[in-house]
T-cell receptor
Framework: DSGVTQTPKHLITATGQRVTLRCSPR?????VYWYQQSLDQGLQFLIH???????AKGNILERFSAQQFPDLHSELNLSSLELGDSALYFC????????????FGSGTRLTVV | GENVEQHPSTLSVQEGDSAVIKCTYS??????FPWYKQELGKGPQLIID?????GEKKDQRIAVTLNKTAKHFSLHITETQPEDSAVYFC??????????FGAGTTVTVRA
């Protein structure tokens, strides 16, 4: 157990729908990062939050949004889902603002049908 | 942005032999180079990392070397065991928050 908790583990939904993925960081970690892993694109950085504030955005679609709450857990919202959004979504956490010692959760596998 | 290339994409080795995975990066400002191991159904797990002021780092059977001039770094696994079978990712960071990952190497250790 890495200490980073992601729920749900699996999600199957239809095109056009909206889903929310949840991540609880390791105790003491202030940073949360979201990554998308697909077969053709590999691990792609989506967004980074530090202590409740958005710090950086990567290749995140406008249909996707995220937030980090006062208790430091984070949610990734995916809307108007398309077949191409099917992927593994990972969150990672770290103590500081930097990527040093990232710890990943076990991921949420999203299947859009 | 940073571009990380990783080779080979697949690697099959006999148990007890060594495995070497190589990565190159594009941005000379990159200063942090971690390696992750991903087993089936799990998230990537950090196995070793190196910073740009260090040329080599070793932890038991794994080692990483960094050549900043050539902009490449490598993972070496010695005395491979069946539990070393997994997908390995290299990564590089140049702006102190996000990691840019290589495409991954699937390592199979044959018994």
């Amino acid at each position: 157990d890495s200490g980073v908790t992601q729920t749900p583990k699996h999600l199957i939904t239809a095109t056009g729908q909206r889903v929310t993925l949840r991540c609880s960081p390791r105790s003491g970690d202030l940073s949360v990062y979201w990554y998308q892993q697909s077969l053709d694109q590999g691990l792609q950085f989506l967004i980074h939050y530090y202590n409740g504030e958005e710090r950086a955005k990567g290749n995140i679609l406008e249909r996707f949004s995220a937030q980090q709450f006062p208790d430091l857990h984070s949610e990734l919202n995916l809307s108007s889902l398309e077949l191409g959004d099917s992927a593994l979504y990972f969150c990672a956490s770290s103590v500081g603002r930097g990527p040093y010692g990232y710890t990943f959760g076990s991921g949420t596998r999203l299947t859009v049908v | 942005g940073e571009n990380v290339e990783q080779h080979p994409s697949t690697l099959s080795v006999q148990e007890g032999d060594s495995a070497v995975i190589k990565c190159t990066y594009s941005d000379s400002a990159s200063n942090y180079f971690p390696w992750y191991k991903q087993e089936l159904g799990k998230g990537p797990q950090l196995i070793i990392d190196i910073r740009s002021n260090v040329g080599e780092k070793k932890d038991q059977r794994i080692a990483v070397t960094l050549n900043k001039t050539a902009k490449h770094f490598s993972l070496h696994i010695t005395e491979t065991q069946p539990e070393d079978s997994a997908v390995y990712f290299c990564a590089a960071s140049y702006n102190d928050y996000k990691l840019s990952f290589g495409a991954g190497t699937t390592v199979t250790v044959r018994a």
